[in-house]
Structure formats: structure tokens, C-alpha cells
């Protein structure tokens, strides 16, 4: 390696680093503050909380490493061109592409580690944090009730609208979804509000229930009578729930069973889940096809079907021969027919659109693996002439450039993949779609450096305006002799 890459590469690498860590701990601080209500009041050991943020780490790299080589990039090329180095390099041969070799070769070796990282390691870190996760919000179930979902505590399942008051204990329409040991759910409880009580010294916590109904599924041994669904319902002013939590706290945090998200997945597993999700999909879309032909009754039309030589047109209605109860049956019996028709096509359709956005994530999460590392190829074909252009280093214009430029590929990024979760854009033009709009702005970008060009050519947007008028003050001057 010669002198001159070696000086180009170390002063990259020592801005890079320091970046990089930088970016890393910003990022980190913020995990801690959207996280926090997971972490506090659980009597956390400082090695579980630092277990959970370095599992955590790995899923900013996607987010922190195309920033840092941006920002390297236009800081350590600004550098070179405020102190006139770029200037002794261009007096010596050395062109801008030529001091950029080093680097290139770099940034490739580079782009190839963040591929097998996002393949690799953030799967790896996704399964074991979304497991700790897990396993920390069973420690202390007053704290793991969400508002707005069911949340799972022991064999209830609580759901409240809101919580309000100091420790959040009071609780506001509580809906309980009692287990059985066999299986399934025969109990349900609705409260107009409720109220947590409990205290660190004791394994239960108690659940004051205020105004509310009690439902309890009754299964009656004579099977007939089963088919009308018979429940009790009892009315109460207050009802106690005391649930134990001697066994809650016991809880191994290594425990890993939570594996279903395409977080936890590399490339190969992506393509098999994506494949057996497609061949899902389309089995059940044509179980449905086959369904919904055979509820239309056009199958049993051919049983009494009597074809007759002569057709005699009408332009009375085909109730018109039957008499007026019959005419009635045939009316209500087809009404229900469609309006159950439709009832299934509702539920079907939100099934098959779930189905079809799992889909849309997984093929997401498989092309952002391959996205990442051309990604930081091409930030850094923008940074660095970007840098060469502004011939500005340091911390200040270089950092508001970079990060209104990484705003732009990082929203961009978002709104796409939004869209493409729903089914409005192709998964694999969401992914790509921040990539392909930074590369012709890098391509332009390394052409104006290498040509020794401005950022913006305004004089050939100027000079043509000026010879117009120009040449209409020639010619109002001439008419006017």
C-alpha cells in the first residue's frame, strides 16, 4: 500500500470509528428511553439490562452504519479539500477517483460484512431480545397490562381500556377472559372499572372489579339443548380477583421459545417461509373459490333440472308461478343465502389481507438484507465527492448535509415500506426504491467532483436568460433608431 492510501484510509478510518460509536450510543440512549417502561420497577440485575441493550444493538446497525459512511465520507473529503490537500494531490497527478481506490476497496469489504451481519448476527440478536423481552414482562404482571390489548397473566386474559392514577392501578371497562385447565375459555368478566392492589411483600395481587357482569358458559348434558348456547349472567357491585404471583417471578430469562418473527430469519429461512406462506395462500384462496361455488347452489340447479324442447319468454317474474308462501320461502331462503355469502367474504377478505401482509414483511425483511450493503456503497459515492464539492470538514455544514441527505433516504425508506406491507407497492421496489434515488444523485455528484465542477451548474441555467434579454434590449434599441 502506498503512502498516500495509507494516509487517505487511516484518516477515514479514525473519523469512521469515532462516528460510528457516537451515532451507536445516541441510538443506544434512545432504545433505553423507548424501552424504559419494560425495564423499570422490575428489580432488574445491571446484567440483565445490559444483556437486553446488547442484544438490542445489532438491530441499529442497519440505521447507524449508512448514516456513518455518509457522514465520514463528506467529513473526511471536506477535510481534504478545506486544507488543500486535494489541491497538492490534483498538482501531482493524483485524481480524485484515484485518491478514492483505497476507500472503494474498503467500502466493499465493508458492504460484504454488513451483508453477513444482517444475515447472520441481527437474526441471532432479534431471537434472543424478543425472548428476553418476553421473559422480563412476566416478572411483574400488574406491570405487563397494556392498554388497549389482551394481556396474558397466568390463566387470565386482561384487557383495559385505560389505566389511570399513580401506578397506573386503576383500571377503567376491564374485560377477563378466564382459562380453563382442559382448555378454552367458558368464563368471561366485564367491569365498568377496577382497581390493582397488591404489595411487594406478598404473592398476591388482588383485582378489585367494580360494576360489572359475570358470563359463565353452561354445557347441559343433553346435546340438543347445547345447540342454543346457554350461559349464566350475574350482575355484581364488587368482585375480587386474587391472582398468585408465587410463580410469576420465577422466570428463566435464557428461556428461547418465542421464534415466529421474520426478524429471526436469514435468507434461506425467508425464501422457505415466504414459499410455504405462498402455496398457503393459494390453497386457501382456492378452498375459497371452490366455497363460495358451492354455497351459489349452482350445483344442485342440475338435480331438478327439466329442459323442455320450447322456450316460451315472459316478462313476468319467476316468483310469479309459485303461489305467495312458496314465493316468500324462495325470497328469504335466497336473501340469506347472499347475505351469508357476503358475511364470509368479509371475514375471508381481512384473513387473506393479513395473509398477504405477512407475506409482503417477510419478502421485505429478505430484500433489506441484500439492500443494506449497496446501500453503503452507494452513500458513500455520495458522500465523498459531496465533501470534495462543499470543500467543508469538521462538525458542522458536513453534519447538517449528511443528515438532511440520510432524512431523505430514511423516510423515503419508511413510507415505501408502509405501502408495501399493505400490498400497494411491490415489496422489492420498496426496499430498493431509497437505494436507486441516492444512485443517480451519486453518479452526478462523482462526475461534478472528478470535473472539477460546482455542486449546481448556475450559470448555464443564467446565461441563457441573459442573452434573451440581451438580445431584446438589441432590438428594442435598434427599433427605437
Same mark, same amino acid.
Given at each position: 500500500?502506498? &503512502?498516500?492510501?495509507?494516509?487517505?484510509?487511516?484518516?477515514?478510518?479514525?473519523?469512521?470509528?469515532?462516528?460510528?460509536?457516537?451515532?451507536?450510543?445516541?441510538?443506544?440512549?434512545?432504545?433505553?428511553?423507548? *424501552?424504559? !417502561?419494560?425495564?423499570?420497577?422490575?428489580?432488574?440485575?445491571?446484567?440483565?439490562?445490559?444483556?437486553?441493550?446488547?442484544?438490542?444493538?445489532?438491530?441499529?446497525?442497519?440505521?447507524?452504519?449508512?448514516?456513518?459512511?455518509? #457522514?465520514?465520507?463528506?467529513?473526511?473529503?471536506?477535510?481534504?479539500?478545506?486544507?488543500?490537500?486535494?489541491?497538492?494531490?490534483?498538482?501531482?497527478?493524483?485524481?480524485?477517483?484515484?485518491?478514492?481506490?483505497?476507500?472503494?476497496?474498503?467500502?466493499?469489504?465493508?458492504?460484504?460484512?454488513?451483508?453477513?451481519?444482517?444475515?447472520?448476527?441481527?437474526?441471532?440478536?432479534?431471537?434472543?431480545?424478543?425472548?428476553?423481552?418476553?421473559?422480563?414482562?412476566?416478572?411483574?404482571?400488574?406491570?405487563?397490562?397494556?392498554?388497549? &390489548?389482551?394481556?396474558?397473566?397466568?390463566?387470565?386474559?386482561?384487557?383495559?381500556?385505560? %389505566?389511570?392514577?399513580?401506578?397506573?392501578?386503576?383500571?377503567?371497562?376491564?374485560?377477563?377472559?378466564?382459562?380453563? %385447565?382442559?382448555?378454552?375459555?367458558?368464563?368471561?368478566? %366485564?367491569?365498568?372499572?377496577?382497581?390493582?392492589?397488591?404489595?411487594?411483600?406478598?404473592?398476591?395481587?388482588?383485582?378489585?372489579? %367494580?360494576?360489572?357482569?359475570? *358470563?359463565?358458559?353452561?354445557?347441559?348434558?343433553?346435546?340438543?339443548?347445547? @345447540?342454543?348456547?346457554?350461559?349464566? @349472567?350475574?350482575?355484581?357491585?364488587? *368482585?375480587?380477583?386474587?391472582?398468585? #404471583?408465587?410463580?410469576?417471578?420465577?422466570?428463566?430469562?435464557?428461556?428461547?421459545?418465542?421464534? $415466529?418473527?421474520?426478524?429471526?430469519?436469514?435468507?434461506?429461512?425467508?425464501?422457505?417461509?415466504?414459499?410455504?406462506?405462498?402455496?398457503?395462500?393459494?390453497?386457501?384462496?382456492?378452498?375459497?373459490?371452490?366455497?363460495?361455488?358451492?354455497? $351459489?347452489?349452482?350445483?344442485?340447479?342440475?338435480?331438478?333440472?327439466?329442459?323442455?324442447?320450447?322456450?316460451?319468454?315472459?316478462?313476468?317474474?319467476?316468483?310469479?308461478?309459485?303461489?305467495?308462501?312458496?314465493?316468500?320461502?324462495?325470497?328469504?331462503?335466497?336473501?340469506?343465502?347472499?347475505?351469508?355469502?357476503?358475511?364470509?367474504?368479509?371475514?375471508?377478505?381481512?384473513?387473506?389481507?393479513?395473509?398477504?401482509?405477512?407475506?409482503?414483511?417477510?419478502?421485505?425483511?429478505?430484500?433489506?438484507?441484500?439492500?443494506? !450493503?449497496?446501500?453503503? &456503497?452507494?452513500?458513500?459515492?455520495?458522500?465523498?465527492?459531496?465533501?470534495? &464539492?462543499?470543500?467543508?470538514?469538521?462538525? !458542522?455544514?458536513?453534519?447538517?448535509?449528511?443528515?438532511?441527505?440520510?432524512?431523505? *433516504?430514511?423516510?423515503?425508506?419508511?413510507?415505501?415500506?408502509?405501502?408495501?406491507?399493505?400490498?400497494?407497492?411491490?415489496?422489492?421496489?420498496?426496499?430498493?426504491?431509497?437505494?436507486?434515488?441516492?444512485?443517480?444523485?451519486?453518479?452526478?455528484?462523482?462526475?461534478?467532483?472528478?470535473?472539477?465542477?460546482?455542486?449546481?451548474?448556475?450559470?448555464?441555467?443564467?446565461?441563457?436568460? @441573459?442573452?434573451?434579454?440581451?438580445?431584446?434590449?438589441?432590438?428594442?434599441?435598434?427599433?427605437?433608431?
Amino acid at each position: 500500500m502506498k &503512502i498516500l492510501d495509507r494516509y487517505i484510509l487511516t484518516s477515514f478510518l479514525k473519523t469512521f470509528f469515532s462516528v460510528f460509536i457516537i451515532l451507536m450510543f445516541i441510538f443506544v440512549l434512545q432504545t433505553i428511553w423507548l *424501552y424504559i !417502561g419494560e425495564l423499570a420497577g422490575k428489580d432488574l440485575d445491571t446484567e440483565v439490562i445490559l444483556k437486553f441493550l446488547l442484544y438490542f444493538s445489532p438491530k441499529l446497525v442497519p440505521l447507524v452504519l449508512p448514516l456513518t459512511i455518509l #457522514l465520514t465520507s463528506i467529513m473526511t473529503f471536506g477535510s481534504f479539500a478545506e486544507n488543500y490537500e486535494f489541491a497538492a494531490m490534483k498538482s501531482s497527478g493524483i485524481s480524485l477517483g484515484r485518491a478514492m481506490r483505497s476507500l472503494t476497496v474498503f467500502i466493499v469489504l465493508v458492504s460484504l460484512t454488513a451483508f453477513f451481519f444482517a444475515n447472520n448476527v441481527i437474526p441471532a440478536a432479534e431471537f434472543k431480545s424478543i425472548n428476553l423481552r418476553k421473559n422480563i414482562a412476566q416478572l411483574k404482571p400488574a406491570m405487563a397490562i397494556s392498554e388497549g &390489548i389482551f394481556n396474558d397473566i397466568g390463566t387470565f386474559n386482561i384487557k383495559v381500556e385505560e %389505566k389511570s392514577g399513580e401506578n397506573d392501578q386503576f383500571l377503567t371497562d376491564v374485560i377477563i377472559h378466564q382459562k380453563e %385447565k382442559t382448555g378454552g375459555n367458558t368464563t368471561v368478566i %366485564k367491569a365498568r372499572e377496577g382497581e390493582l392492589v397488591g404489595s411487594t411483600n406478598s404473592d398476591v395481587l388482588s383485582l378489585i372489579l %367494580k360494576e360489572g357482569n359475570y *358470563y359463565d358458559e353452561v354445557t347441559p348434558s343433553d346435546y340438543q339443548k347445547r @345447540k342454543r348456547k346457554p350461559f349464566t @349472567k350475574t350482575y355484581f357491585d364488587e *368482585y375480587v380477583i386474587n391472582i398468585d #404471583l408465587s410463580n410469576f417471578n420465577n422466570v428463566d430469562l435464557e428461556d428461547q421459545n418465542y421464534n $415466529s418473527t421474520h426478524g429471526m430469519l436469514k435468507i434461506s429461512e425467508l425464501s422457505e417461509s415466504i414459499d410455504s406462506f405462498s402455496v398457503n395462500y393459494n390453497t386457501k384462496m382456492a378452498s375459497l373459490k371452490s366455497n363460495m361455488y358451492d354455497r $351459489s347452489g349452482i350445483v344442485n340447479v342440475q338435480n331438478n333440472l327439466k329442459p323442455k324442447d320450447t322456450v316460451v319468454s315472459t316478462d313476468e317474474s319467476i316468483l310469479s308461478h309459485y303461489n305467495t308462501y312458496d314465493a316468500a320461502q324462495i325470497s328469504n331462503l335466497a336473501l340469506g343465502t347472499v347475505n351469508s355469502a357476503i358475511a364470509h367474504l368479509g371475514m375471508q377478505k381481512q384473513e387473506f389481507k393479513n395473509n398477504v401482509k405477512q407475506i409482503n414483511k417477510f419478502e421485505i425483511a429478505l430484500h433489506e438484507k441484500y439492500a443494506l !450493503g449497496i446501500a453503503c &456503497i452507494v452513500l458513500f459515492f455520495v458522500g465523498a465527492p459531496l465533501g470534495a &464539492i462543499i470543500r467543508k470538514g469538521g462538525i !458542522g455544514l458536513p453534519i447538517v448535509v449528511a443528515i438532511l441527505l440520510f432524512l431523505t *433516504y430514511h423516510f423515503i425508506g419508511i413510507f415505501t415500506k408502509n405501502s408495501a406491507e399493505n400490498g400497494s407497492v411491490p415489496a422489492f421496489v420498496a426496499t430498493w426504491l431509497p437505494t436507486w434515488i441516492m444512485l443517480p444523485l451519486g453518479v452526478f455528484l462523482t462526475y461534478r467532483a472528478t470535473t472539477d465542477q460546482g455542486l449546481l451548474a448556475f450559470d448555464s441555467l443564467t446565461d441563457p436568460i @441573459k442573452k434573451l434579454f440581451k438580445k431584446a434590449g438589441a432590438i428594442r434599441n435598434k427599433s427605437k433608431s
